[in-house]
T-cell receptor, first 110, second 111 residues
């Protein structure tokens, strides 16, 4: 199956700083999602981004499917951005199965 | 539109017991998937149902089973619970093979 590697595993930022989270995957993918897991465990949808670039407020994401990676940018970080960020590509065309990376744990300190 | 709901939110069981978890998808979504999250293994796919049929299954023992009803609600069952089954169980629903939306999860503790 697809292998997903996320980096860095841990990241500590001062409030207001910018960051880039990376997701590499081993095979071609048709679809990919980014999630933020809050302290209570719920996965919050950030982006559904099979290719190209999308922006939502202070967050943006870019997926380069041909080179098998995706990036999540967080600008002007806030303490509420703390949590774990997961990248999850779909396994195969028409597949509903997400394969998750181990995540990046982000801590934003005031 | 209401989101994905899961019940119960917390559950404590003892080894050897069985447990049933429930998931109600977003209205109109016909695909329901289940995932297990543990500190050691991370988030792992359990199975996916569409129109009452299991279409895909992850690498879990037969003690883990599920079903989907005609209204798209889904249940998963774990029989003969083991300590290692303690986990957060997450359910997700999807309209097509596109964006999936997750519920708040059921946190299962096996003593």
């Amino acid at each position: 199956g697809i292998q997903v590697e996320q980096s860095p595993p841990d990241l500590i930022l001062q409030e207001g700083a910018n960051s880039t989270l990376r997701c590499n995957f081993s095979d071609s993918v048709n679809n990919l999602q980014w999630f933020h897991q809050n302290p209570w465990g719920q996965l919050i949808n950030l982006f559904y981004i099979p290719s190209g670039t999308k922006q939502n407020g202070r967050l943006s994401a870019t997926t380069v499917a041909t080179e098998r990676y995706s990036l999540l940018y967080i600008s002007s970080s806030q303490t509420t951005d703390s949590g774990v960020y997961f990248c999850a590509p779909y396994s195969g065309a028409g597949s509903y199965q997400l394969t998750f990376g181990k995540g990046t744990k982000l801590s934003v300190i005031p | 539109k209401a989101g994905v709901t899961q019940t119960p939110r917390y559950l404590i069981k003892t080894r050897g017991q069985q447990v049933t978890l429930s998931c109600s998808p977003i209205s109109g979504h016909r695909s329901v998937s289940w995932y297990q999250q543990t500190p050691g293994q991370g988030l792992q796919f359990l199975f996916e149902y569409f129109s009452e049929t299991q279409r895909n299954k992850g690498n879990f023992p037969g003690r883990f089973s599920g079903r989907q009803f005609s209204n798209s609600r889904s249940e998963m069952n774990v029989s003969t619970l083991e300590l290692g089954d303690s986990a957060l169980y997450l359910c997700a629903s999807s309209f097509t093979a596109n964006e999936q939306f997750f519920g708040p999860g059921t946190r299962l503790t096996v003593l």
